[in-house]
């Protein structure tokens, strides 16, 4: 088992501040204030390339009376509310802050093709509430921008909400807002012995993070979800803000907990004890990334280990490298270094642990000169924006590919591109809106040598009128329909392409641009503008099966789209009480909300098939859309392409602060026509799930906490001579080996994996199956057994070989498990755990028993394999050679070690 699978849940909970509240807000389905629609669009707002810096808001603070209606102009919003109690009780001095910035970059540069003027944005001046507990903030948002409102007393919690500002009512009436009372939070953390932890570097942070919210909050203004702070050097911690009552996951940052990561928080004060394992043991890595022609430092380039360690530079080039729990730590390393605007390097050597003054130097990119013209006339573009993104489409987190370069004024059209890598590239070139003209996708080279000067033709935008119906004439109303420049390839459905519109995503196999897009009207029309000189093509996308239409060329006449009608597919489900009892085990509403659609919304239905070497799904999982059970255990599907699919159930499964999806097959095989109207009941009984709850114990002793406990079973196919159905869960082990999971009913395989200490990663079998009952019956102790053995291996000389690290096979008929062994120390000693049984054990051939060694010959076996990933691991097996067959048994650990010669074929 992959060390990333046994530690998933710590990891899950490291994340929790980038995603735990959007899960939970997706989840709500709580109710939606009454909101006065804006009567008149937004007038043009003012933009920037960059968004500027905005300060703290002025200190000085206003008491606002109650609200009075009054005419203002259509671009002006107000935002008000009242701040209550737990009870109701308006609060006065409540202080509300809101503060705006930039959405982001590409928001910006979307808004910057069209206006040239500067954003004038000031936060307004804090309030304070008044007797009544009134809020309310007037202002004009400029639309790129993004806005939060913060509220907070006294011995209370601080309550948030945010809005973009595109698509803002005119007036927002977040009605009863309550501010809680919260608690004050302290505590310490230590190590298990009592001792303060070892910080080789900045002092840790500690971080609580939960996933209940108030329901009466509205859910556009909600509580945190995540609280951090700063360990101090005597291990002690104190949150600035005051905390929700409730139930916590505790986490310390660099840091494995060796106690519960569930802590109370109780009013007025709570004091939290932390126990955390010791950090692994190593030096640092310290080095510095220079740039190969100056030698200056480069700031902000990553720096990561084939392991997965990483850290940025800082201003002068200098990086820090530190072991991380939940990460392989065992050296040596090959260093990997990525940085705008210079080609991806690697360190001339790998290094390990306490490696100093490690320099790493990187070669810069090359130089783009770009003309850009009017194809018309040949005069010069002055205002543009240009982008340059490396094919397929994805640079890595690390770069942000979407940004313009070099702002989007350029006399004389001319505009100088650094820090281009070598391989094949895309230059887009996007004119203002208010040119007339159309953009355009250059594709480049960037080879060894200089790039030669580039001129890009920007045509004048030739309108199309497209016309989408069906097979009968009548016009279809709501579809999408985007105008794409493929490079003179052909569009599928399933095409990834370039969208420069911010609030679509792009492919991470993008090759293609939406010149542009449009939805059809009630007369199943829409106008679309592009380059009339080049071949493009027409996707169209509804509630239809998409349709693709290849070699368009544009004209002044108009081009219908005849899109397919699709079957119409009701799903039933009974009984519907399965359904809610997922809902509520996942912490999701039931029935599910008006706005599921967007989130994780409860069960739904889907369709799935293999098409080529891919899989299809409808409802596309790529456009948010969901076909979602309703309280009477329902679904319909309506625009389904014909021919033959496999018919599921997605259920939300709950993973610590995470949401993952499961898929039930409910059948196989099912085919629908063209224009086809059908109905399906099915039994979901079988699918009940209740709680597992108690606790397991290794060699008779309460399992370490933080291992897992992972379940396994198979479901009959719900079609005849299909595949069973695998079924997976997992559960944490906490204190005393506790542990509780939610299962569906019946028989359930199960395994214990550790992920501390020497055995890391090796996973025991129960040897007996585990009863899941209709009920939450009595709790169930959970009783497994490990066996060992200790051996020393020597190679065809007689002499101990250090650094192997062998690999144990099962060879008897006993429950498979995942056995480990160490790797072998200076007098050849390894240790082998695992469940008792016959293990045929295998080793690395010499030439490859180094990590680094081994991770370049796979990386060379997947260019010479043409990137094929299985011929590549066919050929990485090949480097094994059998060695022994051995038997793991109770105790064996502590006797002599068992001798083993390496076979002769090892030793190349």
């Known amino acids: 088992m992959k060390r990333i699978l046994a530690v998933v849940v710590g990891l899950l909970v490291l994340l929790a501040g980038a995603v735990g509240s959007m899960l939970w807000l997706e989840a709500d389905g709580g109710h939606v204030p009454a909101q006065e629609k804006r009567s008149a669009a937004s007038a043009e707002a003012e933009s920037t390339p960059r968004a500027a810096e905005v300060g703290e808001p002025a200190s000085d603070r206003e008491v606002v009376e109650p609200a009075t209606t009054e005419a203002r102009a259509p671009e002006t919003v107000i935002l008000r509310g009242r701040a209550v109690d737990e009870q109701g009780v308006p609060l006065a001095g409540v202080r509300a802050r809101l503060h705006g910035w930039a959405s982001s970059d590409e928001r910006l540069d979307v808004h910057r093709a069209s206006t040239r003027e500067p954003i004038d944005w000031q936060d307004p001046a804090p309030i304070e509430t008044s007797a009544d507990g009134r809020f309310e903030f007037s202002f004009v948002p400029p639309p790129p921008y993004q806005f939060v409102l913060h509220l907070q007393a006294a011995q209370r919690c601080r309550v948030s909400g ?288 200089p790039l030669a000067p580039v001129t890009v033709e920007l045509e004048t935008a030739q309108q199309q009128t497209v016309i989408v119906r069906n097979a009968a004439g009548e016009p279809i109303a709501g579809s999408r329909v985007e105008l794409i420049d493929f490079a003179g390839e052909e569009v599928t459905v399933r095409s990834h392409v370039r969208n420069l519109d911010p609030d679509r995503g792009w492919g991470t196999a993008d090759r293609g641009l939406v010149l542009n897009a449009g939805t059809s009207g009630a007369d199943g029309r829409c106008t679309l503008h592009g380059p009339r000189s080049r071949i493009l093509a027409l996707r169209c996308q509804g509630e239809h099966p998409a349709l693709v239409q290849n070699g368009v060329v544009l004209s002044d006449a108009p081009i219908e789209l005849v899109v397919p009608v699709g079957a119409t597919l009701t799903v039933r489900v009974e009984p519907v009480e399965v359904v809610a009892k997922w809902s509520e085990v996942a912490g999701m509403p039931f029935p599910p909300s008006e706005s599921g659609e967007r989130g994780n919304s409860g069960p739904d239905i889907v369709l799935d098939r293999l098409v080529g070497n891919r899989t299809e799904s409808f409802p596309d999982s790529r456009s948010g859309q969901r076909s979602t059970i309703d309280g009477a255990g329902t679904a319909t599907l309506t625009g389904i392409p014909p021919g033959e699919w496999t018919l599921s159930i997605r259920r939300p499964v709950r993973l610590g602060i995470a949401t993952r999806w499961e898929t039930i097959d409910l059948q196989q095989g099912l085919v629908l026509a063209e224009g086809s109207t059908s109905e399906l009941r099915f039994d979901i009984a079988r699918w009940t799930i209740t709680a597992l709850r108690g606790a397991v114990r290794l060699d008779g002793q309460p399992a370490p906490t933080g291992s897992v406990v992972y379940f396994e079973r198979s479901l009959p196919p719900p079609t005849a001579g299909e595949r069973d159905q695998k079924l997976q869960a997992f559960a944490q082990v906490g204190p005393e080996g506790r542990f509780e999971v939610d299962l569906l009913v019946g028989s359930w395989n199960a395994r214990l994996a550790l992920t501390e200490g020497p055995h890391a990663d090796a996973a025991i079998p129960l040897e007996s199956p585990v009863i899941v009952r209709d009920d939450d019956g009595p709790e169930v102790t959970l009783e497994v057994s490990s066996a060992s053995r200790r051996i020393r291996l020597v190679d065809p000389a007689g002499q101990p070989v250090e650094g192997v690290s062998p690999i144990l096979v099962r060879v008897d008929e006993g429950p498979r498990g995942e056995p480990r062994a160490t790797p072998t120390d200076a007098q050849g000693e390894s240790e082998l755990f695992g469940a008792r049984g016959r293990y045929r054990l295998r080793a690395r051939i010499r030439s490859l028993t180094s990590p680094v060694d081994l991770h370049e010959h796979q990386r060379k076996l997947m260019e010479e394999h043409g990137q094929d990933f299985d011929a590549m691991r066919a050929a990485t097996d090949a480097t094994l050679v059998d060695v022994a067959v051995v038997e793991l048994l109770a105790g064996a650990a502590a006797g002599e070690p068992l001798a083993i010669q390496l076979p002769a074929d090892w030793d190349r």
């Open 162 to 449: 945010d809005w973009s500002a595109e698509g803002l009512d005119a007036v927002l009436d977040l009605g009863d807002v309550v501010v809680p009372l919260g608690a004050r939070v302290t505590g310490r953390v230590l190590e298990a012995g009592g001792e303060v932890p070892a910080t080789d570097g900045p002092l840790a942070n500690v971080s609580l993070h939960r996933q209940w919210r108030d329901p009466r909050v509205p859910p556009e203004v909600v509580t945190p979800s995540q609280f951090t702070t700063q360990m101090g050097p005597d291990g002690s911690f104190l949150f600035a803000d005051p905390v929700p009552v409730g139930t916590f996951t505790v986490a310390v940052q660099g840091f494995r907990l060796a106690s519960g990561a569930e802590v109370q928080v109780e009013r007025p004060d709570t004091d939290l004890q932390v126990r955390v394992r010791p950090r692994p043991v190593g030096e640092p890595i310290e080095g510095i990334v220079v740039s190969a022609v100056d030698g200056r430092g480069i700031a902000r380039a990553r720096v990561s280990t084939n392991t997965g360690i990483g850290a940025n530079t800082d201003a002068e080039g200098r990086f820090v490298l530190r072991p991380t729990a939940g990460r392989e730590n065992d050296g040596p390393f090959r260093l990997d270094v990525h940085a705008e605007g210079f080609e991806n390097g690697v360190a001339e050597q790998a290094v390990d642990w306490g490696a100093r003054e490690v320099r790493i130097a990187l070669q810069p990119g090359r130089v783009l000169d770009l003309l850009v013209v009017r194809a018309d006339d040949g005069t010069p573009v002055e205002w543009y924006g240009a982008r340059v993104m490396p094919e397929p489409g994805f640079a890595g987190s690390w770069s942000n590919v979407r940004d313009v370069k070099g702002g989007w004024e350029h006399p004389g059209g001319r505009l100088r591109i650094p820090g281009l890598r070598e391989g094949e590239q895309a230059l887009i070139v996007e004119p203002g809106e208010d040119s007339g003209l159309v953009q355009a996708l250059h594709p480049l080279l960037v080879g060894q040598g």
